[in-house]
């Protein structure tokens, strides 16, 4: 059985349904944040503070509608609070479309292996974003890691991928999820950047790549 908040959710939403919400947003520093991302006022870089008490629930969905409305935002960083599921999957639905935006950014924001999963469906589906940053999500773990890595791998035979730098610091990823992302970063022609949390063993393998890929870079810190 179809669940009717989920289809009205995907439905396409007419421009005043869309304005309806924005405007409906909590007076404060959020509601104006929206605003001037839908109307395109905003800066090229954008930080939101999650756990700012502006930024509940209701305004992380309105700026999601707002980006898919906002066609010159080309940095969006999120940071230190939380982020609920549907407001999450509702921003990566916007940030897969978003022609714009290159650098993203979520950084503590306890995204866990589910919602890692709904970034790679995102990664796999967008060709603009060239910077990714994930760190300090301990959450994330192998599962979260190998799921980036496949959706990486596909886009990457299909040419669709931008990404140049990804980073995934204090993500609790183990050998499994760090040999996935370095096979991934080893075989492609874009991926230049990699930082991860790596295990000893996989050291030797990681030099060996600098050594083979000569000017290309490999950034990766061990543990």
Known sequence: MSDPQQEQQEREMQPDEVWAVLRSVRAGMAKETVLQVAENRCPEFLMICVMHRDWDAHALEALALALSLNSMLE???????????????????????????????????NIDTARAEAMAHMLGH???????????NSSIRDEGATAIAAAL???????????????????????????????????????SHLSINSSPRTRAAALA???????????????
């Open 153 to 191: 791998q596909e886009s990457g035979k299909r040419g669709s991928s931008a990404l140049v730098c990804l980073s995934l610091e204090d993500c609790s990823i183990g050998e499994a999820g760090e040999a996935a992302l370095t096979d991934v970063q080893q075989h492609s022609t874009i991926l």
């Open 75 to 109: 940095e969006l960083k999120f940071w230190g609070g939380a982020l609920p599921i549907r407001p999450f999957t509702a921003l990566l639905r916007a940030i897969r479309t978003h022609r714009s935006l290159k650098k993203l950014a979520f950084i503590q924001c």
């Open 126 to 136: 967008n060709s603009t974003l060239t910077h990714l940053r994930i760190d300090r």
């Open 209 to 223: 790549l600098q050594r083979d890929q000569g000017s290309r870079v490999l950034a990766m810190k061990y543990m």
